[in-house]
């Protein structure tokens, strides 16, 4: 029973869902929510969220969570915020495959376009230290090796579109496959992993080639960011 529990309380999966009404969950190996945190790695809990998925399949967060955006979306009229962007980090390539394929229906069921796509520990630490979610933090990161005049900043104000628009037109790779009409997976490990992660068997599920940049939200949909509330670090 100890060793059950031990298993159930901790996470081996960790989603960056990334939307108008975004946020980040830890999964347990049965892909049931165990908890939640900002996009800055902070732990919310006791705090208020604005979707209860604590205690969900993972299944269940993601339909939660869906709603909760196409509310938003017939509150704004903004069709562009029908957007999310998912990135999955985890060293059982199992759950990372299934977990996208149920990111994929979940899209699909609500007509909503959005991206999937794996990522490593280093990769999702480094989005957490620059306080972004992890595909905005690798779109960014791409967009930056390609344009050397913008900065870190810069690509954090913009709208995922703008992101990915401007790496397209600079002849960046836009590789990710609109959840809306099927999500692709590839074998291999996402370009950008380590040797390190590779050899700890996360080998990265993703969308085409494993990198998984695409058109995703519209403007201002940021998420929830340890900044905006008061959290207990890590």
């Not at 903004?78 to 999310?84: G, K, L, Q, R, V």
């Not at 280093?122 to 620059?130: G, L």
């Not at 790496?167 to 609109?178: N, Q, R």
């Amino acid at each position: 029973a100890g060793m059950g529990g031990y298993a159930y309380a901790t996470p081996s999966a960790f989603v960056s869902v990334e939307a108008p009404v975004g946020m980040a969950l830890r999964v347990n190996c049965f892909d049931i929510v165990v908890g939640v945190e900002s996009f800055d790695g902070a732990d919310l809990q006791g705090v208020t969220i604005p979707v209860d998925v604590i205690g969900k399949s993972y299944s269940e967060a993601l339909d939660a969570i869906a709603q909760a955006n196409q509310t938003l979306d017939a509150a704004d009229g903004s069709a562009e915020n029908a957007a999310i962007d998912i990135s999955i980090t985890s060293n059982n390539e199992q759950q990372v495959q299934n977990l996208q394929q149920e990111s994929e229906s979940c899209m699909s069921a609500y007509g909503m376009h959005g991206h999937c796509q794996s990522a490593t520990h280093e990769e999702r630490q480094a989005a957490i230290d620059a306080d972004m979610g992890v595909a905005r933090y690798l779109a960014a990161q791409e967009l930056l090796a390609l344009d050397s005049s913008l900065t870190l900043d810069d690509c954090r104000v913009m709208s995922m579109a703008e992101l990915r628009g401007r790496i397209a037109d600079l002849g960046g790779e836009d590789p990710t496959v609109d959840m809306g009409s099927g999500c692709g997976m590839s074998d291999g490990a996402t370009e950008s992993s380590q040797g390190d992660e590779e050899a700890s068997g996360n080998h990265g599920y993703g969308n085409g080639n494993g990198n998984g940049y695409g058109k995703g939200r519209g403007a201002g949909g940021h998420g929830m960011h340890g900044s905006h509330m008061a959290s207990e670090d890590e």
